[in-house]
Nanobody, 130 residues
């Protein structure tokens, strides 16, 4: 049973913006961390941002910091967003959302290492054109 459903992908021009959504049927407040990850063909998944639903803390790799923002829907507690701005030719790929359900120390640093996340949804495709 898939608990995480990502959507919102599409095609944008360089410099454009896009907002992705991830609906978590488990409710995100029962989750330690939630993250967004990007994967291109032949490459491993790479983290682009992580959110703690309880503390509202967020973490981003340097490559997207200041351009990507993760938030969640306080009203429903089931939806996480990734707002991407100033998109570049380095940003296209399939974007996945994932969850670390257990409230334990992360096993791999940094916090956006995909190996910390055991629950994955299907991806949504993002294309950036020049």
């Amino acid at each position: 049973q898939v608990h995480l459903v990502a959507s919102g992908g599409g095609s944008v021009e360089v410099g454009g913006s896009l907002r992705l959504s991830c609906v978590d049927s488990s409710t995100i407040f029962s989750t330690d961390l939630m993250g967004w990850f990007r994967q291109t063909q032949g490459q491993t998944r790479a983290g682009v941002g992580v959110l703690s639903p309880k503390s509202y803390s967020t973490w981003y790799p340097a490559s997207v910091k200041g351009r990507f923002t993760i938030s969640h829907d306080n009203a429903s507690n089931t939806t996480m967003y990734l707002h991407m701005t100033s998109l570049t030719s380095e940003n296209p790929g399939v974007y996945y959302c994932a969850a670390k359900r257990t409230f334990t120390e992360i096993e791999h640093s940094p916090v956006w290492d995909p190996r910390n996340y055991k629950s994955w949804g299907q991806g949504t495709q993002v294309t950036v054109s020049s």
